[in-house]
């Protein structure tokens, strides 16, 4: 216990004045966790700016962005059992998302090429290794270092782009259309930045996804046949761009336009009347 008592307090003034001894003592903790407040919130401020500065910059700031720093909430509660067709094509999909990109595999290395062949059918390749794989927009002359942020499925996505949609393929590796940036996205890795974000968004690597944009996809998955995660990059594809071109974004902004991407996909899969990946507004994009 505590007891107050009166002390005398010489100012400078002559007059004198009574403190009480308590309010000193509180004023002094008060302070003192102010001050602890202040230097805190100054180290978390600066962790911050780091964690946003390690996202935009290194020689493989594009590979993953800002999403291996911020995944979906999840929920046991949004969890719902899979009929035997989700369980079996989530599966196959979650199997091809573990296969690692493997420079030495002759099926691989055929992938690759494919890729080339697509995007410059006029033009040889010399090898695997050339520089002239960052006329796609590979970060270096060996494709094969871009992949370890994603894996296989990404080259599968890129093909299947190239494939099933060639004409939107070829106008946005050519970067047709709309008022251009100077410095421009990369499209090969920008492409593998847009597997890793799905995979990601709708939590494919958890035995089940708990998030609700992974169980919105699970109901496109089960109605639609096992291409759906390949159309679906294709619309996130040229979402992304569509994005971009709106914001009038230059290379160093890309990560916001991929999060700017991701929120408005995520909103398109809540959409009640969603039954396959056909019905998604963006879908169009793909289309024109």
Not at 11 to 38: A, F, N, Q
Not at 74 to 89: A, C, G, I
Not at 205 to 231: H, Y
């Amino acid at each position: 216990m505590r007891f107050r008592r009166r002390r005398q307090c010489f100012p400078s003034c002559s007059s004198l004045h009574e403190v009480d001894e308590d309010e000193i003592y509180w004023r002094r903790r008060r302070g003192d966790e102010e001050l602890e407040w202040s230097h805190s919130s100054t180290h978390v401020i600066l962790k911050l700016a780091q964690c946003f500065t390690n996202a935009m910059v290194g020689p493989r700031s594009w590979i993953g962005g800002i999403f291996n720093r911020s995944g979906n909430k999840k929920n046991d509660k949004f969890q719902y059992p899979l009929s035997p067709r989700q369980e079996e094509r989530l599966q196959r999909l979650q199997d091809r998302i573990h296969i690692p990109y493997d420079e030495m595999c002759i099926e691989h290395q055929e992938a690759l090429r494919a890729l080339w062949d697509v995007a410059f059918p006029d033009v040889e390749l010399k090898g695997l290794i050339s520089e002239q794989w960052k006329e796609m927009g590979w970060q270096g002359a060996n494709p094969s270092t871009d992949f370890r942020g994603c894996g296989f499925i990404s080259l599968e996505n890129l093909l299947f782009f190239s494939r099933t949609f060639p004409a939107s393929f070829r106008r946005l590796l050519s970067k047709e259309g709309g008022n251009r940036a100077t410095w421009e996205y990369p499209f090969a890795v920008a492409g593998i930045n847009i597997s890793y974000m799905l995979i990601q968004m709708l939590d494919l690597k958890s035995a089940k996804p708990k998030c609700i944009p992974g169980l919105n996809f699970m109901r496109l998955l089960g109605a639609e046949n096992e291409e759906a995660f390949d159309i679906l990059f294709c619309v996130t594809f040229e979402l992304m761009d569509a994005q971009w071109l709106a914001m009038h974004a230059s290379y160093m902004e890309f990560n916001e336009v991929l999060q700017v991407t991701r929120e408005q996909l995520e909103r398109e899969l809540s959409l009640e009347d969603i039954h396959r990946i056909e019905d998604l507004p963006a879908y169009n994009l793909l289309l024109l």
